[in-house]
């Protein structure tokens, strides 16, 4: 849930967010990227988690929120934080931003 997740940002963060956040669906990366160190190396991510019996629990899509960047700036707009910056990123990895609070945390009263 996006409004839950911005605002437990917005309540843990005291003045500044840093966010990298997909604007693209996750694709094969768990069933085609290789683990380049450690015990894993040279298998797939997909691999080393059914091996660790957790491929089972996790969601086929990853990035089950894919937004441009005007929604996830009013999403954090609406908790008390706006852009500061971009932090320049391959065109394809998008978006990485710098967040500062703009106003004080308020819970909303649900």
Known sequence: ???AATAEF???????????IANRPE???LSGSRAGVGKFQGRTFKDALHQQG?????P???????????????EF???????NRTIPDASWACCAY?????????????
Request: no cysteine; proline share 4%; aromatic share 10%.
């Open 10 to 20: 917005a309540r843990v963060a005291r003045n500044f967010l840093v966010l990298k």
């Open 27 to 29: 694709g094969s990366t």
């Open 77 to 83: 707009r609406r908790v008390g934080f706006a852009l």
């Open 98 to 110: 710098v967040l500062h609070r703009i106003e004080p945390y308020r819970p909303s009263k649900a």
């Open 1 to 3: 849930d996006v409004r």
């Open 54 to 58: 957790y491929a089972d629990r996790l």
């Open 60 to 74: 086929t899509q990853l990035h089950t929120t894919v937004k441009g960047n005007e929604f996830w700036h009013e």
